[in-house]
């Protein structure tokens, strides 16, 4: 039977003891707790803010496709009631899990009544600029309302 030198069985007994309390730190009662606010979400393919914002900016309009994994939003075509010769239909595209201007892309179409039918027109960027600007205002909004909760 071979015998551990008392300088081997020391640095044996440091390093069990070492391994044991390194173990004993993990096994706290408080888990970290998640930050609801985080500018970056998982759970969805892009960021939860932006894309519930989207959908809310966009609920007067009837959509016609919705991917949150892909983050886009697609509307069928609406007439304004005020406007009956005019109609809209939006693209949404979210393109980052980030909650960033630059994450967010607005593409609209516009078409007008002409002898009866529908003709496309031009959109101003003004209105795209516009509406990105209201989804990003709602975005951060919700964020910071997480926050506060």
Do not use: H
């Amino acid at each position: 039977m071979s015998r551990l030198k008392p300088s081997s069985f020391l640095r044996s007994a440091t390093v069990s003891l070492l391994a044991l309390s390194l173990l004993s730190a993990c096994g706290g009662k408080e888990r970290p707790k998640a930050d609801l606010a985080a500018s970056q979400v998982t759970t969805i393919g892009v960021n939860s803010y932006l894309w519930r914002a989207s959908l809310d900016a966009l609920s007067f309009m009837p959509l016609t496709q919705t991917d949150s994994n892909g983050g886009v939003i697609l509307t069928d075509w609406y007439v304004n009631p005020q406007n009956p010769g005019e109609r809209m239909k939006i693209n949404v595209s979210i393109l980052d899990q980030d909650l960033r201007a630059d994450a967010l892309r607005v593409a609209a179409s516009r078409q007008i009544a002409q002898n009866g039918t529908w003709v496309d027109a031009p959109v101003k960027a003004a209105t795209t600029q516009k509406l990105e600007q209201i989804i990003l205002t709602k975005a951060r909004d919700l964020r910071r309302g997480a926050i506060s909760n």
